[in-house]
């Protein structure tokens, strides 16, 4: 019964919101580019992109859990992202921004250390760091 009770207040809260939820391009349409999520429950760390371009990732992370895809698709093109973080008893978020190339793959990297915490963006075969901080676009 409780979690039934659950189940239909999840519903409620996220028919109320409204919050949009992104909605990745077509695989089959060339012009995507794919980002991973390098081991995103690595101990002591969690790390989830849970919006995209203003767009929360995943309904479930409009309400603080985090179970985004594990592989994202986006457009060709620049995207900015928030990135939630988790490391013991530090937390928070991170804005980023990656310019995609179509038929490139990416991953999401991270490192922490005591409660100080980075998070960048590195395209697939090469390791070589792209994007970048928000604000920091050229």
């Known amino acids: ?5 659950l189940v239909f207040t999840l519903i409620g809260m996220m028919a109320q919101t ?5 909605q990745p391009p077509s695989p089959d349409s060339g012009k995507t ?9 690595r101990f ?27 592989t994202l698709l986006v457009t060709e ?3 900015h992202f928030v990135v939630r973080f988790s490391a013991g008893t530090a937390h928070g978020a991170i804005k980023l921004w990656l310019d995609a190339i179509a038929g490139h ?10 409660y100080r915490f980075t998070a960048w963006f590195v395209e ?8 970048g901080i ?3 676009e050229k």
Not at 124 to 131: A, R
């Open 1 to 5: 019964m409780t979690r039934l009770l």
């Open 18 to 22: 409204g919050c949009t939820i992104y």
């Open 33 to 41: 580019a794919k980002i991973d999520v390098e081991d995103p429950h």
């Open 44 to 70: 002591p760390l969690r790390l989830a992109i849970v919006e995209i371009d203003g767009a929360k990732s995943s309904s479930l992370s409009a309400y603080g859990l985090w179970r985004p895809p594990p």
């Open 77 to 79: 093109g620049r995207h």
């Open 105 to 114: 793959d990416y991953t999401l990297k991270s490192a922490s250390e005591g």
């Open 124 to 131: 697939n075969g090469t390791d070589k760091p792209v994007g």
């Open 134 to 136: 928000a604000g920091t």
